[in-house]
């Protein structure tokens, strides 16, 4: 049986709007790479816009986490430099031992961060972030 306090943690939508435009967007930019011919490039935008949604997921549960009060702010400081820690692991992994394509990579990261600052100002009032 789950307790309370573990199920107050992973209580957070699945799949959120931004992650799911943030992965149209992602596979939009594959494609048009695709077609213009640079399939290195096209892998390193899926690998920048994949990694980057998953890293959204990742603070957006820590962030729940914190707010909920179901965690000390002890274990989301750890949470987030584990959190950085695996991730510059993984990015550093990819450019070490693969043949990803670096513009290819931050093209697809770019693009998640659009969409998470486009959603952030469709859903203010004013306009503001």
Do not use: C, D, H, W
């Not at 998953?54 to 989301?76: C, M, T």
């Not at 950085?84 to 290819?104: K, S």
């Not at 990579?105 to 469709?122: M, N, P, W």
């Amino acid at each position: 049986m789950i307790t309370e306090k573990a199920s107050s943690l992973i209580n957070i939508p699945s799949v959120g709007k931004v992650e799911i435009i943030s992965l149209i967007v992602t596979a939009l930019l594959v494609v048009v790479n695709y077609l213009i011919g640079s399939q290195q490039m096209a892998l390193g935008v899926a690998a920048g816009g994949v990694l980057f949604t998953a890293n959204f997921v990742a603070i957006r549960f820590v962030v729940n986490a914190l707010v909920s009060n179901s965690s000390s702010v002890g274990f989301g400081i750890f949470a987030f430099i584990v959190k950085m820690a695996v991730l510059i692991g993984i990015v550093a992994t990819i450019f070490i031992f693969t043949e990803i394509n670096i513009y290819g990579f931050f093209i697809g990261v770019t693009g998640v961060v659009i969409v998470i600052i486009g959603e952030s100002l469709r859903r203010s009032t004013n306009g503001s972030l």
